[in-house]
C-alpha cells in the first residue's frame, strides 16, 4: 500500500511568510485583495475553486503522499478521512455556499412595529486567520479555507509545523484557483509565535483546531482586542454500547474509530461505555479485532516521537490507576529505511476491574490519551452508561450503538457532545452537511456545514422603515404626559392581563397614532 506514496512527487512549495516579521506585509496585501475578491459574483469565486478541485484530483497520489511523508499516516486512512471529505466539502460548500449567504427576511415580531421590515445580511469577516493541527494536516484547513475564501474573505493559514509537505501541497492546490495576489498566504511560523502574531496582526477572526491548553492560551491573548475565535480542540470521546447493539458492528466501528489515523482524532472513542450484558462478548470481539491489527498495513505509526511518549505515558499512569491491558497488537518489525520505525506503538484495549483503587483517576478516563488506546467499562444500564459518558469535562463527539433507532436517539440527545452518531462514531467530520465542533473543554464555534460556514461571515441586521410620509416614531422626543399615555395605552394593547383590558385600550392607541404623520 505505501508504495503510491514512494512514486508521488512532493510538493516544493516554501510558505509565502516565513516570519512574523512579514506579518504587516501580509495583512495588508491580503486585505487589498480581500476588498476585490469579495466584490466578485459568487458563482466567479466558485468557479476558480473548482479549479483548486481539478488540480486536487490530477494530484491525487501525490497529496496523499505528501500527507504520509509528514504524518506516517497509513495512505488508506489519508485516502478516506482526508482526501475524500475535502473533495466531497469542496463540491458540498460551492453548491450550498450562496444559500449561506443570502439575506433572510425577518418576520413581524409584533403589531407595534408593523413599519418596520428586518433582514439579516452576512458580511465577509475580512481576513481570517487559520492555524490548524497535524493529526488530519490536510483535511481540516482544506474544508476551512474553502468556506473562508467561498464566503469572500482573505486566508492566512499556519499548518502544523510537522507538516510542512501538506502545507506546500495546499499552497499548490490554493495557486491552481487564480487567486488575487495576497488572498491566500501560508505562514511557515513556529507554532508559539504564529498565536501572537496573528492576534496582534489585526485580522478579523482565528479559527484554531488544536489542543485545549493551546486554545485556552489563545483565548487569553486574543481578549484584549475582542478578536472572535472559533476553538476546536481535544475530546475524550464516549461510545454507549446497548445490549441490543450489533456488537460485530460495534466492534470494527470503535476499531476503526480509535484505532485508524493510530488512534490520533480528537474525535475518535477511548471510553467505551457496555452494557454488562453484552460486556464480556463485546471485550471479546474488540480484543480479537486489536489482536489481529497489523503494523504497517492496519495501524500507522504516531506522527511524532513527543506524541508516542506522551501515549505511553497516559498508559503507564492508568496501568498505575488499576487499568488492566486486555489486548495489544503485535509488535512492529520494522521495514529497513522505514522513517517511522520509531514512531509505532501497539494498540491497547485496556479494562478497569471493578475496585480498581484510583481507577477512575486513570488519564484514559479523565484526559484525551490521543493514541490507539480504549478503554472498556461495564455499566449496569442506560443511565449509568450516560453518567458516566458526560462526567468527561470534554464534550467534542460520542455514539450510541443499538438495534432500537428510537432508544438510541433518546439516548443521544442526553450525551453531552457537540456531535453524536447512531452506529457510527467520529465520521460525522467527513459530513460536510454536519457543524462540527464540541461543548466545554472541546472547543467554542462550529466548523463545517450552515453554521460552520456562517462562522465565517459577520451577522448584520437591517432594519427598514416603510411607513409612507412618516416624521417621526411615537416615542421620540418631544416627550409628555400625552406621549406617556399613549404608549401605555399600546403597551395595554399589546400585553394587558385580558381581553377586556386590552380592547378597552383601543381609543388611547387611536389618540397616538397620528403622532407618526406630525412635525411637531
Ligand atoms: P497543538 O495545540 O499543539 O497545535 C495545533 C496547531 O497550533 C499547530 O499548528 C501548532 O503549530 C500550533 N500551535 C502550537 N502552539 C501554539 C501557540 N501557542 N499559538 C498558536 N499556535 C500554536 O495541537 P496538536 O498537537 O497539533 O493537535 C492535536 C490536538 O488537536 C488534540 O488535542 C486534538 O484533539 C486536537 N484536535 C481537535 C480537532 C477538533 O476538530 N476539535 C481536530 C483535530 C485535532
Redesign the pocket.
Known sequence: MREVTKESVPFTAAPSLRDTAGMAAALEAARKAQAAWAAMPYRERARRLRLAGTFMSGHIDAIIGAIHRDNGKLPLDALAAELLPAFMSLDYYIRHGKRFMRPQALGGGNLLMFNKRSALVYRPYGVVGI??????PFA?PFSEVVMALLAGNAVIL????VTPGVGAALAAIFAAAELPAGLFTWAGI???E???A?IASGMDKLF????????R??MALAAPRLLPLVL????ADAAIICEDADLDRAALGILWSGYSNAGQS??GAQRILVHQAVYEPFLEKLCALVKALRPGADLGPMTTVN?KRSVEKAVEASLAAGAVVAARSPDYIPEPGDPFADRYLSALVLTLPPGAPAGTAAPVITD?V?GPVTVVIPVKDDEEALRKANESSYG?TGSVWSRNRRRARLLAARVNAGAVMINDHLMS?GLAETP???FGD??LGR?HGSLGFREMLKAQVVVDDILPGAKRELWWQPYSAKVYQGIRAITEFLGGPSLASRIGAIPGVLRIVGRYWSKK
Request: hydrophobic share 30%; aromatic share 14%; proline share 7%.
Open positions: 492555524i490548524s493541527p497535524w493529526n488530519y481540516i499556519k499548518v502544523a509545523s513556529p507554532g508559539k504564529a498565536g501572537p496573528f484554531f483546531t488544536g489542543s485545549t491548553a493551546t486554545g492560551e489563545l476546536e480542540l481535544g475530546g480528537c474525535g506524541q484525551e490521543f467534542l467530520h462540527w465542533g464540541g472541546s472547543g466548523t
